[in-house]
């Protein structure tokens, strides 16, 4: 009942907006007042920029204070603020994140699987979900795109995209320091420094060193988990030689230091005993509330490293009226080191090392035409090369035992992933006839994957005799056509629809888990493709008082690609799936008298497979599991709500106070594709709040916080390899935590 009235009250806020907005043409400001109005969002969906209210696409834009007022410090904290998306820290790793838009998405980090979500700074695709998970300190805008993303991007991307955008030197001169504290050992310290060099050199340095004690803590040796040491450094240089020429030289580099990232076993943990035959259970499956104590059999000093950097050139040529050059050139190096203890216990059942050291190239060239009234065209090619070698090392001493003893096993694994990635598209958006606009697209994409894998084990005594080694190279490529189409009507100034089809495509690969002969005979899979049809509203009040946003869709989407956990050391990849998704997303904002604005969003979302092949849920299959079933989509929860409040108090020449908060809720949600009800979340709500005060120039402000006002704790990823040890191991949200900081402006 609570979920029904909190549905209609967000749904009433978020049509408000277009119901006024008749009503509001007619009203007139009186003369010599100022009406407080929203302010203007302008975005880049369509790789130009545009009004956020203009652009037949459902997407979702935080600025640099909207991100702050989220309480977010990474690309995490947007969970909850986006209708239908679930993003969460990857499973067991302090530096990936897992995304799911509209049911879609890939939530596993083996470099062999691509991204379901696109993730971009400043127009360069980032191809792993390792290192994603990005730390937020120097970001002008921030776009979600819901949908998928096959013609203007740089990679097809079947679920949707995020965009972070940096602060260009030229547009923010001068600067600023902050400080934050926390509870937990939280220290973060953030700065920003910009400015013009000459009439056309302008530079930019920020930077960020952000800890934490962590909030998991091993009871018998006080050693906590879960963890943050993250230093990262971004510097550009901006160029604008003519007036018709720009170029922006961007740097980076983040390093990370963790220790293990620890998550709770959720199930029985069995040892198979060989000599007396049977089952040993060795820790009991956790009920109840969790107190975060672990425990782990990794070594101090066996923790998350990872360096990230890059380098990117961005271009702009304005050849004349009508045509504009672009051109986005980009190198980027990923090292990452992890340990993951998968069973989350003191014993060796799933305990792996991770470590990659990827590199991509990739180039993008656009050309824009625009006749500067009806017609706008964009023309473009892509192209990236991506070489991921990885070594990686499985330890499972505890996992089968003989009188008594554990079979001591290693398995090593070296492979190497060269992917090429080619596309070209074209995207043309035409005022046919006055309200009325056609914008149509496609693009022609190759992907190619070129892949070795070697695994060896080392059985203990007396079973070194099974010791082998097990390679094997393949290389395939695939080409998909992606169209998109879109028809607008403009109502008035102030209310616009549109109805849109796109398709999106994810490529087909090798399965990073083959560990068999026979598994390296069924190792490739094939793409995914998704085609999805949505209908949009969007509004605003003529005084800028009110906006909001409205669009329903439905998506087919076929070829799912699951990886299960079929036998011990088996874990086949299957193109098993084909779902059918429906939903609805509002979003609106208002601002409630002079110095109040409420905000909120509503998604409802119907994420149903239409058919799950799957060979291990035959009865007469040896390994038949009864718990085993396919009644939900994981990470697609049916309800998703958020509303947020703010006033901001005058106090004359003392400046202002802000004061505000939110609630969140999520619906019931599954972590893992063999719908394992342990690895399941009932629906939740979060609360938060916060309080700024700004001197009256605004050079200084002070800020503190909680999040999750009320310490619920809730799952949010969840490890699922049952046929090894039986494991299934949960990963919980941050607990209430609380925060002050102090920030200068230059």
């Known amino acids: 009942m609570k979920r029904k009235y909190l549905s209609m009250a967000i749904g009433g806020i978020l049509l408000a907006p277009a119901a006024f907005v008749q009503a509001q043409e007619q009203q007139t400001v009186p003369a010599g007042t100022q009406a407080t109005q929203l302010d203007e969002v302008t975005v880049t969906a369509r790789r130009r920029t545009e009004s956020i209210m203009d652009v037949p696409v459902a997407v979702s834009a935080f600025g640099e204070e909207q991100i702050k007022d989220l309480q977010a410090s990474t690309v995490e904290g947007l969970q909850g603020a986006v209708p239908n998306m679930n993003i969460a820290q990857g499973r067991g790793s302090a530096n990936s994140v897992n995304v799911f838009i509209r049911g879609i998405g890939q939530p596993d980090a ?16 980032y191809s792993r979900i390792n290192g994603a998970l990005f730390s937020l300190f120097d970001i002008q805008q921030l776009e979600v795109l819901r949908g998928p993303q096959g013609t203007l991007y740089g990679k097809n991307s079947t679920g949707g995209a995020i965009k972070l955008t940096t602060k260009n030197p030229f547009d923010n001169d001068g600067g600023a320091v902050e400080v934050t504290a926390g509870d937990y050992g939280r220290l ?43 230093e990262a450094l971004r510097l550009k240089l901006a160029f604008k030689p003519t007036d018709n020429f720009s170029a922006v030289l961007s740097l980076d580099t983040t390093k990370q230091d963790a220790a293990l990232t620890l998550g709770r076993p959720m199930a029985d943990l069995r040892q198979t005993s060989l000599a007396p035959a049977g089952v040993v259970v060795l820790q009991p499956g956790e009920t109840g509330e969790w107190n975060r104590r672990a425990r782990t059999s990794f070594d101090d000093g066996q923790g998350q490293y990872l360096k990230h950097s890059g380098a990117s050139l961005a271009m702009d040529w304005e050849i004349n009226e009508q045509f504009t050059l672009k051109s986005i050139s980009s190198y980027r190096k990923l090292k990452t080191k992890s340990y993951i203890d998968i069973d989350a216990s003191e014993y060796e059942l799933g305990d792996v090392l991770v470590a990659l050291n990827q590199d991509q190239r990739s180039q993008e060239f656009q050309l824009h035409y625009d006749n500067g009234s009806n017609v706008h065209a964009t023309f473009g090619a892509y192209y990236m090369k991506e070489n991921v070698p990885s070594y990686q090392e499985a330890y499972a001493d505890d996992l089968f035992s003989m009188l008594g003893n554990g079979i001591p096993f290693l398995r090593t694994i070296e492979d190497d992933l060269t992917t090429t990635s080619t596309a070209a598209f074209a995207h043309v958006n035409w005022e046919f006839v006055p309200t009325w606009t056609v914008a149509a697209g496609v693009r022609w994409t190759k992907d190619k994957k070129d892949y070795d894998r070697s695994t060896s084990t080392f059985w203990g005594a007396p079973f070194t005799g099974l010791n082998e080694t097990v390679a094997f190279d393949a290389k395939a490529s695939w080409t998909a056509v992606t169209p998109s189409i879109s ?21 087909g690969g090798f399965n990073g888990r083959a560990n068999t002969k026979y598994d390296t005979q069924h190792a490739k899979f094939d793409p995914e493709y998704v085609w999805t049809y949505e209908l949009g509203l969007k509004g605003s009040s003529s005084d800028h008082r009110f906006r909001g946003s409205a669009a329903a869709f439905y998506s087919n989407y076929s070829d799912f690609q699951a990886r299960v956990s079929q036998d011990v050391g088996t874990f086949p990849v299957l193109n098993a799936a084909k779902l059918n998704i429906k939903g609805i997303e509002l979003e609106g904002s208002a601002m409630l008298g002079e110095a109040t604005t409420l905000s909120a969003q509503l998604g409802w979302m119907d994420a149903k497979y239409d058919k799950f092949e799957d060979f291990r849920l035959d009865p007469s299959y040896p ?44 619906g019931d949600t599954w972590l893992s594709v063999d719908n394992r009800d342990v690895l399941s979340q009932d629906a939740y709500t979060l609360l938060g709040a916060y309080g700024v005060w700004d001197s009256p120039q605004m050079v200084w402000q002070a800020r503190a916080g909680v999040r999750n006002l009320t310490d619920k704790q809730y799952k949010t990823e969840g490890q699922e390899f049952a046929s090894v040890g039986n494991i299934q191991t949960a990963y919980y949200g941050l607990p209430r935590n609380w925060y002050v900081s102090l920030r200068y402006n230059f």
């Open 110 to 125: 083996l470099q062999t699987f691509d991204p379901g979500v696109g993730m971009y700074v400043d127009d360069v695709y």
């Open 188 to 230: 973060e310290g953030r700065f920003y420094v910009s400015g013009q060099l000459s009439d056309t050199v302008a530079a930019s340095i920020a930077g960020a060193k952000i800890t934490n004690d962590g909030y998991v803590k091993d009871a018998a040796t006080g050693k906590r988990y879960n963890d943050d040491d993250t």
């Open 487 to 507: 028809l607008q009507k403009t109502f008035s100034d102030n209310l616009m629809a549109y109805v849109s089809a796109n398709r999106g495509f994810k490529s």
């Open 623 to 666: 390994g038949f599991d009864p718990n085993v079933n396919h009644n939900h989509v994981p990470f697609s929860p049916d309800w998703t709500a958020r509303v947020a409040l703010q006033h901001v108090f005058s106090l004359g020449d003392n400046g202002s106070l802000t004061l505000g908060g939110d609630v969140s809720y999520r």
